[in-house]
């Protein structure tokens, strides 16, 4: 799309690069689902096809998948096809590529590829066991726009962002690449707004990043979605929450209305677009309460150290502010900036600096919490769309132009090592 193409610039300069910390080779796998870890080996696999009269072969309920379904309030699945582990089967029946088990032939010589987890019998990502597997957590309180942030960050790093690193995106399954495909498509070609996360859906959402060197593995990012009023349910914490504590990464998404000292005052500046201001919000720090009330709490310290992004949405609004007690009219975070082949730390701090200093006046009990509880933070101001939605339409006079949405994705990559860090100093 020609739209993009003024959007993302940016400057080339010799750095000095930190080490990517990838190798080649069999990986423990993490189950995107119940989260348990085991050996590539120890998987198992549904057969293609059921036989009557065999009662290793015959369909039948599946307890491991129903006590799972169970644990996470999903209905209880009837007769599926049986499960069948590779031990139990001829060497030759076996097919290892990296190290890993992908596929096997059963006694009926019918090939499966359908590999389960173990433990709660969901089928793994083709990547998983291959390189490692990152459970990334969007997070933030109601109406903050987790949905439509994670349709555009997926759009950008498939298009644009992941092609800078020399690498690909491609999202995990058939189903996953629906689901994207569908949402950009409410996004990018109607131009209208998506409707809320139910608080029921608990399915993450799978995508994989290749290095175009086959030297690196590929790397798997299992993102969650969590429903603002599911951060604040006790119950629902208590069911779909442990993904949370197994996270590699957060993203904490902030809205500005959210804000106290901002709401009246943005919703006055930006009347004239009729946005979907509502009444009632969340606060941020409401959502802090329950992070600490359930997670933080009970880590050495009372504070954690996953890296967690905190990322103001919705930055276009602040554009009317017109108040250098905030923010600049001329500040980095209206421009897009791209970071080609390393992570730019220089203007990763400019960012950072800006953004914390724009919540400190907005928001102080806000950052204030997040600097006693999280120990390695980086702060950051995107805008999903580039404009303010009308009553969930985007007006067709504007343009859909993220920016700056995968810079907080890739300042997580960067905290894992997957790509390089440097300076242009």
Known sequence: MALFNKIFGGKSNKIKMSTANMRKGAYDIVCPFCFK???????????QHSEEGDPEYEKAVDEELNSYNQKIGKAAISELNPVIKPESLPKGNIKIVDGVILEVKDKYDVVTDKRLCPYCHNELPITAGRGPTNIISVVGASQVGKSVYMTCLLYVLEHYAAEDFNGALIAGNSEYNEEIKENQSIIFEYNKM???TPKE????????????????PPITFVFYDVPGEGMTDKSYIDKHGEHIKNSSGIIFLVD?????????????????????FTAKYQEPKDILVYFYE??????????TDIPTAVVVTKTDMLKNLNDSEYLSPNSNIFRNYKHNTYFNLDEFENINGEMKRFLGKAD??????????FRNTGYFGVSALGSNPQNLKINSSNTVTPLRVEEPFLWLMYKMKYIPGGSEK
């Open 294 to 303: 359930n997670f933080i709490g009970k880590e050495s310290g009372a504070a």
């Open 256 to 276: 500005p209305l959210q804000m106290k000292t901002l709401r009246k005052k943005l919703s006055i500046l930006n009347k004239e677009d009729q946005g979907d």
């Open 37 to 47: 870890k085991f050996k590539p080996n120890n998987v198992v696999f549904r057969t």
């Open 194 to 196: 998506l409707e809320p």
């Open 201 to 216: 859906h608990v399915d993450p959402l799978i995508a994989n990043f290749k290095f175009k060197d086959d030297t690196k």
């Open 364 to 373: 102080s009990p806000f950052k204030g919490a997040m600097e006693a509880y």
